[in-house]
């Protein structure tokens, strides 16, 4: 039986290195190719889950702004800054603001987003991610059951901060059946969180809108235009000359009266 004689190269070391080499180049391209491809998708799914969430905490009665491009970050102690994003009335004034907080619950770290108006009472507060145990834990989801609703109207004055908290611990907040450690872990996130607000209250409320952010009141006005003469002799200034003599066959016609540019606020 014939057999088919292999080639000499295909046995040095360096044939295999190449073609290995080759084959991650082709695989780490395909990678960067589908990263490229897919990042813009990504991107606009993130955004969309973004405005999603925050229409849940902020009514869109309350604002007449984008949310997502309406933002700024407040440094924090041992912390990456904390972005707040801002909705604005009609005038432009900040009527809410909301931003996210975590902590951690019986089985990992819980994440919530909630939203708070100017005066500091809740909006609405949702649970972005957590790891809780599904049947008892779980229940800080919307979407099976409506406990998270309880936080509505409330605020650092209602109820006091000594009733924050699930009424296993004398507070006002109810606990799961089988499960206190996650609802007691949620009231302390949503509690914090007011106190974030409390303490950066000035700071938010008074934000200025980003189209007017980078307007100061040192801005020059542009100059004014120059003086007209309205036909009672002429202007005093080194740099008009005379107006000349009129022709006596032609009739005389006096400037229109021009304003002077105003400056732009």
């Known amino acids: ?13 360096g044939y295999h290195g190449g073609l290995l080499g080759g084959v991650g180049l082709i695989a780490s391209m395909a990678i960067v190719i589908a990263d490229i491809e897919t990042r813009d998708a990504i991107t606009l799914a993130k955004a969309n889950d973004q405005k999603a969430s925050l ?19 407040i440094p924090q102690d041992n912390a990456p800054p904390k972005t707040v994003f801002l909705a604005r009335d009609e ?21 919530v987003i909630m939203g708070v108006d100017r005066s500091g009472q809740i909006l609405g507060v949702r649970t972005l991610s957590h790891s809780e145990t599904p049947g008892l834990g779980d229940k800080i989801e919307v979407a099976k059951d409506d406990w998270v609703l ?29 499960a206190t450690i996650t609802p007691r ?21 008074g934000r200025t809108p980003p189209d007017l952010s980078n307007q100061t009141e040192s801005s020059t006005p542009p100059p004014p235009s120059a003086p007209v003469n309205r036909g009672r002799g002429n202007v005093s200034s080194s740099s008009t ?25």
């Not at 005038?91 to 994440?111: F, H, L, T």
Request: aromatic share 10%; charged share 20%.
């Open 150 to 178: 309880s936080f509505d109207g409330k605020s650092l004055s209602d109820p006091t901060p000594e009733l924050w908290g699930v009424k296993k611990d004398h507070g006002v907040f109810d606990q799961f059946t089988g």
């Open 241 to 265: 000359p005379a107006p000349s003599e009129p022709s006596k066959t032609s009739e005389s016609v006096v400037p229109t009266e021009t304003e002077a540019a105003t400056p732009q606020e």
């Open 55 to 73: 229409a849940q905490v902020i009514p869109a009665a309350l604002h007449h702004n984008d949310l997502l491009k309406d933002t700024f970050s």
């Open 91 to 111: 005038n432009g004034i900040v009527s809410a603001a909301a931003y996210e907080m975590s902590g951690y619950g019986y089985s990992g770290k819980i994440s």
């Open 185 to 205: 872990a949620y009231v302390r996130i949503v509690k914090e969180g007011l106190d974030f607000f409390a303490q950066h209250q000035t700071e938010i409320i």
């Open 1 to 13: 039986m014939n057999t088919q004689k292999v080639p000499s190269y295909r046995n040095r070391i």
